[in-house]
């Protein structure tokens, strides 16, 4: 997602509006996330993303849009905090679930989005097509948020090095 893409498309932003509008989700842009990206950015890349696909396959675009932004409402630093119950893989999406069901009501495609989006690292399958789809593009979103810098000076060397070697 391009930075900011979601502002450019009024119905996602119709979806999410009261969400944003909501305290607890705006404290998430006090968060990292993914070095690189608060946990703010990188929720709305996913649920924007993932919005964007789930409307193409003609899925529940507008649950996994709000779920998709609910996902990681937990407030913790990842890296550092410890549970006994668990790796955070598996603890932080009961929490992100507890929070998000204290600021709005979910149904049960969100329920599933927000406890299953670790399907890989944890043996939580999801139950909906959707929830899938939002565990995927999590997945790629911290990837790409993570190797974006090097991307940058990446492509920043290999910029020097063209002028360099079309100088001559």
């Not at 996994?64 to 609910?70: D, E, H, I, S």
């Not at 999801?126 to 790629?140: Q, T």
């Amino acid at each position: 997602m391009q930075k900011d893409e979601w502002k450019n498309d009024s119905e996602y932003c119709a979806i999410v509006a009261d969400l944003l509008a909501n305290d607890t989700v705006k404290k998430l842009a006090n968060y990292k996330q993914h070095h690189h990206s608060t946990r703010l950015e990188h929720s709305l890349a996913v649920s924007f993303d993932s919005y964007k696909i789930a409307k193409r396959r003609g899925l529940d675009y507008r649950a996994v849009a709000r779920a998709g932004l609910l996902h990681d409402l937990f407030f913790y630093d990842w890296r550092t905090t410890k549970f006994d119950l668990g790796s955070h893989a598996f603890v932080h999406p009961r929490v992100a679930l507890r929070n998000a069901e204290k600021i709005t009501k979910l149904s049960p495609i969100e329920k599933d989005i927000i406890l299953k989006h670790m399907w890989g690292l944890t043996l939580a399958r999801p139950k909906y097509e959707e929830s899938v789809i939002v565990s995927l593009v999590d997945d790629y979103e911290a990837v790409h948020e993570f190797m974006s810098p090097v991307k940058v000076k990446y492509d920043d060397f290999k910029n020097r090095v063209h002028r360099i070697s079309t100088s001559k």
